[in-house]
């Protein structure tokens, strides 16, 4: 059946597979998923997607590391980072892999549409590139990158331009008529000033890279990661066929404020070019700091979010994630906050307050709810209060201003306690008066604590399911409509349901210890991928170029594929040694047609001078690109022999073959 309710569509980033989450990670999914459980109870059809960014030069390298093929590292990474949002009780409605068919299908089709309106065109590119954040970066060779401060290194490559300059003004236009396009407020101005100041052309493939999707007929060209990773977010739903899902344009692209200008940029700069709709709005939160810098694995300061989860629950994580920081700004972990606001509001604040009605009720009022009598004005001043919270969390909820949100909640939590000691219903005797007082007071209670319930959910989703049972309330919370949400609605008669542990209170030395502890044990843990695989990625070519192939290395080909590698018998005419680089040799080599200069790995294994006159096998056309800095325009052919792959060169002995003849 088709719903009629408004759709509404959001996104987490796509993570990179060469790691696993950390609590960053995990800050960006939870905030996602909280959205998503609120927008639910508003009445939306709501689908989110999160998954997994699985290409590029990092993933090469890990996957060689650890001695298997791409495709089976990152699937064994996938499969970690899907585990981890199970356990955090995250309810993806789609996780996209960038590997998988239908996504690469539609960056391909993307691709097309961008060239057949005259946004694509071919070229050449050299520059830094930080393999890390997968950029250029504007800084000189040798130099860090000004992101990461990781190393940079010097990429030139044949490659297809996306013409970003076109759409200065097209973007401009749109962030004019869309303010809320970008946000924070900050971010928006960023971004802005950062397309003010004019748009260079973006290189959108890559030839030096082998694990990516291939671009159709230009092969060894793959896609840029950005070009491949944006579109993941339209893969998930229909991709071409996006109309009938009826989910794109997507509502909210939520992203760490590092990569909104790939987002608030790149993006609907290619949505643009392409014809398609852009996304509602892309909001970019801030970085959770460990020791007053970001988290992250290369600076060895993360946090794991498992031993959190382990001694104080999941929703333990999520509320003080959405409750300590700011949304937007970034905020500063800390395992003692962590466990100080875990005792706090969850313990003492929500928990006791649930546990101690319970009790109250199971004791005076023969487990069920009691039936209000009189209200006094006190009674009713904290009604107007719950009435009044429940407009302000909702309109905070909206501007995803989560820690103000709690705090109107937990102000209220605060309100009921400081009621319960005026009123004191304990000490009230069992005269009829006193008996209807109390029932009034303890529905009172009750009613606040259900509405609290139903507040908190979409943050606090394991620990409020347990409490709507303890009131009796049917069904789950999530499937409360919150549009309705109103103070009174708490039917008397209802029998309590079973009371379950919440919140134990825990000792806070104590629980810092078991957490670090696990978190110690995590790190020693071996990587989910270890080397099961018999052989080792294959070891590098003697030549220039990587060898061209598509993502499924390990696939069988057609002959044509094979007949699209063009080799030829080459003559070394000349060789030296480079300055600074080992390995390489610099060889001209006669192919028939013309001289080439050729870069060969084979400096540590063959005399430069006993190479002139060789006759080797070559391969022709292969784009051409720089190492260390000398260009190499094709590659000798090499079998890469024992473990270190030594360069034994491929030849002739038999028979003087002309040079120039085609090796089929
Ligand atoms: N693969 C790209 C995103 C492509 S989206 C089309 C990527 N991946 S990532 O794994 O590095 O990070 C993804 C998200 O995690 C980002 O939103 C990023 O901000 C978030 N975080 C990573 N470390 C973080 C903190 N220390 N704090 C908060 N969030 C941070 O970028």
């Not at 001289?595 to 540590?604: K, M, P, T």
Request: a neutral charge.
């Amino acid at each position: 059946m088709p719903s009629n309710k408004p759709k509404f569509y959001l996104t987490t980033p796509v993570y990179y597979t060469n790691g696993l989450p950390h609590i960053g990670h995990t800050y960006s999914t939870i905030v996602c998923d909280t959205i998503r459980r609120y927008k639910r109870m508003r009445g939306y059809d709501v689908v989110m997607t999160t998954g997994t960014d699985e290409h590029g030069v990092n993933v090469e390298r890990s996957a060689k590391k650890a001695g298997v093929p791409e495709s089976e590292f990152v699937a064994k990474m996938a499969a970690e980072w899907r585990a981890l949002w199970d356990e955090l009780g995250v309810q993806g409605d789609e996780f996209i892999r960038t590997t998988d068919l239908k996504h690469a299908h539609t960056v391909q089709w993307l691709f097309k549409q961008c060239r057949d309106n005259g946004f694509v065109y071919p070229g050449h590119y050299t520059g830094q590139y930080c393999i890390y954040d997968n950029a250029y970066v504007d800084v000189k060779p040798g130099e860090n990158c000004p992101d990461c401060g990781r190393p940079t290194e010097t990429v030139t490559e044949a490659n297809f331009y996306f013409k970003l300059s076109a759409f200065q003004k097209p973007l401009l236009d749109w962030y004019a008529k869309h303010p809320d396009f970008i946000q924070p407020e900050a971010r928006r101005n960023e971004v802005l000033s950062f397309v003010e100041g004019g748009l260079r052309d973006l290189s959108i493939t890559r030839t030096s890279v082998r694990w990516g999707i291939p671009v159709p007929g230009e092969e060894p060209h793959v896609f840029y990661v950005w070009f491949d990773a944006l579109t993941a977010y339209l893969s998930a739903v229909g991709g071409p066929q996006y109309e009938k899902t009826g989910y794109w344009p997507a509502d909210l692209h939520l992203v760490g404020k590092e990569i909104i200008r790939f987002h608030a940029v790149y993006w609907p700069a290619f949505l643009m070019a392409a014809g398609l709709p852009l996304p509602k709005q892309v909001w970019a939160h801030g970085w959770l700091l460990m020791d007053s810098a970001k988290m992250s694995k290369s600076l060895g300061n993360v946090v794991r979010p498992r031993p959190i989860v382990h001694v104080l629950g999941m929703d333990a994580l999520r509320y003080y994630l959405l409750r300590e920081t700011v949304f937007g700004q970034d905020g500063n972990f800390s395992y003692d906050a962590l466990v100080q606001r875990y005792n706090s509001d969850l313990a003492n604040g929500l928990g006791n307050l649930a546990s101690r009605t319970a009790a109250m009720i199971e004791k005076n009022c023969g487990g069920k709810i009691p039936k209000p009598a009189v209200f006094q004005p006190q009674d009713t001043a904290l009604a107007t209060t719950a009435q009044e919270v429940i407009g302000e969390v909702l309109e905070q909820y909206d501007k995803l201003g989560f820690s103000l949100a709690l705090e109107e909640i937990w102000s209220l939590i605060a309100a009921t306690d400081k009621y319960l000691t005026t009123e004191h219903p304990w000490s009230l005797g069992e005269s009829e008066p006193d008996q209807q007082r109390r029932a009034t007071i303890l529905w009172t209670t009750a009613e606040v604590l259900r509405i609290v319930t139903a507040l908190t959910h979409p943050v606090l989703p394991e620990s409020t399911t347990k409490v709507w049972s303890l009131l009796g309330q049917p069904d789950q919370p999530g499937s409360f409509p919150l549009d309705g949400l109103r103070w009174g609605q708490l039917a008397p008669a209802k029998p309590l349901g079973k009371s379950q542990a919440l919140f134990p209170r825990i000792e806070k030395a104590e629980a810092i210890e078991r957490m670090e502890a696990m978190e110690k044990e995590e790190q020693k843990q071996p990587s989910p991928v270890t080397a099961t695989a018999a052989k080792p990625a294959s070891a590098p070519a003697a030549g220039g170029a990587a060898t061209a192939a598509a993502p499924a290395a390990a696939e069988k080909i057609g002959i044509e594929d094979f007949a699209r590698v063009e080799m030829r018998v080459g003559q070394i005419k000349t060789a030296e040694r480079i300055v600074g680089a080992d390995k390489l040799l610099k060889l001209t080599v006669d192919i028939g047609t013309e001289i080439r200069q050729i870069c060969a790995g084979i400096a540590q294994y063959y005399e430069p001078e006993k190479l002139i006159g060789r006759k080797v096998a070559v391969v022709v056309n292969l784009a051409p690109r720089k190492l260390r800095g000398v260009e190499s325009n094709g590659m000798i052919i090499a079998a890469s022999v024992g473990p270190e792959g030594r360069p034994v060169l491929a030849g002739f002995p038999d028979e003087d073959v002309e040079i120039g003849a085609r090796l089929k």
